[in-house]
């Protein structure tokens, strides 16, 4: 995990590891399904009918026999909020048990008390 000054010191953090694994953008999925993709992630809505905000980008892929996913979160003028880069990784190409535990994380981790 490492925090950034800025959202575009995220942004060219993250492009820059995407682009060394060869991974494209927008496509695919990250999921307990399907891994391989690229693309944003949103935070839950705060209530019935309301919109999700953005919270970050994320991508995923294989490197050998281990699951990878790097995200974003990002802070998008949230005073709760940090720019952050994370990177997981879980062996034995487990990518729904990876997929379980970031998709409990990814909105906690990144969030500042105020």
């Not at 952050?84 to 981790?109: K, P, Y």
Request: proline letters at 3%.
């Amino acid at each position: 995990m490492s925090t950034f000054v800025s959202g575009a010191a995220v942004q060219r953090a993250y492009d820059a590891e995407r682009r060394r694994h060869g991974v494209g953008r927008n496509f695919g999925r990250c999921n307990g399904v399907s891994w391989g993709g690229e693309g944003t992630w949103l935070h839950n809505a705060s209530a019935p009918g309301a919109k999700p905000k953005p919270g970050g980008s994320r991508f995923c892929y294989f490197d050998g026999n281990k699951a990878v996913m790097v995200w974003t979160h990002r802070k998008f003028g949230q005073a709760t909020h940090t720019d952050l880069l994370g990177v997981a990784v879980e062996g034995d190409s487990d990518h729904a048990g990876l997929f379980g535990w970031w998709r409990f994380w990814h909105h906690r981790i990144g969030k500042v008390l105020a």
